[in-house]
T-cell receptor, first 107, second 117 residues
Framework: AQRVTQPEKLLSVFKGAPVELKCNYS??????LFWYVQYSRQRLQLLLR??SRESIKGFTADLNKGETSFHLKKPFAQEEDSAMYYC?????????FGTGTRLLVSP | ETGVTQTPRHLVMGMTNKKSLKCEQH?????MYWYKQSAKKPLELMFV???????ENNSVPSRFSPECPNSSHLFLHLHTLQPEDSALYLC????????????????FGPGTRLTVT
């Protein structure tokens, strides 16, 4: 079965602190994973995908097949990073989303 | 208008009303999706249309009826809804391959905020 688990509903940090949003997946094939972000009053949008191996807005995510994880990391959080973050796994002709983690960055 | 648009942006309806949500994508994609976003379940996939054919119905009650007349338009017809159906309804589109491959990056609309009274 295809499943994405985000264990934390809420992650609260101070500005400048490191951030790690956890994502674990279950998939028998070769996984393709994404992180989506939804800022307040904005639409859900793609943040990054593992196949691009890119850093967007200071965020990176590495696929760890041994641990079946795709955690999202940023070394120094900013207040504007406060948002809802969803991890997603490519299924057959659709994406399977996790339940999301709300990140709150306080000044 | 570019990207994915949804109308109306806000809708208040009684439990006996019939209304429709509209989604239009201007990206040339061939797959469209309806999601429900609420406080209890942040993102629930409801329906999937690939090449205008419904390929997934995620155990959605029959009071929600989707329609996909062409690859650019998707509707969600609503009737005899319940207060617990109040939520943000999101539409998305993506480009998929017939064999099931493709990047599947989804582009989302702004959503319709539905309140059932």
């Amino acid at each position: 079965a295809q499943r994405v688990t985000q264990p934390e509903k809420l992650l609260s940090v101070f500005k400048g602190a490191p951030v790690e949003l956890k994502c674990n997946y279950s998939y028998s094939g070769s996984p393709e994973l994404f992180w989506y972000v939804q800022y307040s009053r904005q639409r859900l949008q793609l943040l990054l995908r593992h196949i691009s191996r890119e850093s967007i807005k200071g965020f990176t995510a590495d696929l760890n097949k041994g641990e079946t994880s795709f955690h999202l990391k940023k070394p120094f959080a900013q207040e504007e990073d406060s948002a809802m973050y969803y991890c997603a796994l490519r299924g057959f002709q659709k994406l399977v989303f996790g339940t999301g983690t709300r990140l709150l960055v306080s000044p | 208008e570019t990207g994915v648009t949804q109308t109306p942006r806000h809708l208040v309806m009684g439990m006996t009303n019939k209304k429709s949500l509209k989604c239009e994508q201007h990206l040339g994609h061939n797959a469209m999706y309806w999601y429900k976003q609420s406080a209890k379940k942040p993102l629930e996939l409801m329906f999937v249309y690939n090449f205008k054919e419904q390929t997934e119905n995620n155990s959605v009650p029959s009071r929600f009826s989707p329609e996909c007349p062409n690859s650019s338009h998707l509707f969600l017809h609503l009737h005899t809804l319940q207060p617990e159906d109040s939520a943000l309804y999101l539409c998305a589109s993506s480009q998929v391959q017939a064999a099931g491959s493709g990047s599947y990056e989804q582009y989302f609309g702004p959503g319709t905020r539905l309140t059932v009274t």
